[in-house]
Structure formats: C-alpha cells, structure tokens
C-alpha cells in the first residue's frame, strides 16, 4: 500500500487540520496588525485564536494516530486470515 495518508485520510483530520491552520494564521495576523499600529490590546485578542487552532492541530494529530492504528489492525488481521 503506497498511498499517500493525505489521500486516504478521513475527513474530520482534514477539518481539523484546515482549521488549526486557519485559525492560527488568523491569530498572527492579528498580531502583526496590533504590531503595527501599536495597539496592545490586539495581541491579546489573537491569543485565543492561536491556542484554539493549536488545539486543532493537536486534535487533527489524535485523528491521524487513531485512523493509522485501525488501519494497521485491519491489516493485521487480513494477514493472520491468510
């Protein structure tokens, strides 16, 4: 089986990834607009959008692991049939 993960992934690691990405993105936007225009308060504002999209991301990695363990079982127990 050579397929690459991202092509047989599930759907919700791929939201969660999109997501945690996105949403990070948005974050450090945020910043670098409070950076610019001096404006503190931004900052804190962007914080919860970073640690929400790291969330995801860790979330998307738990999905990855659990769709890889199943698999790796099915494939297990195709070989002890054999």
């Known amino acids: 089986m050579l397929n690459d993960f991202w092509e047989t992934a599930p759907a919700g690691y791929k939201y969660a990834v999109f997501g945690g990405m996105g949403l990070t993105f948005i974050g450090i936007i945020i910043i670098i607009l409070g950076a ?3 404006t503190a308060a ?3 504002i962007a914080l919860p959008f970073i640690g ?3 969330l995801c991301h860790m ?5 990855r692991g659990r769709s890889i363990r199943k698999e790796l079982k099915a494939a297990e127990k195709r070989s002890q049939q054999k």
């Open 59 to 63: 979330a998307s990695l738990g999905l």
């Open 52 to 54: 929400v999209g790291l």
């Open 42 to 44: 931004m900052t804190y």
């Open 36 to 38: 610019i225009t001096s």
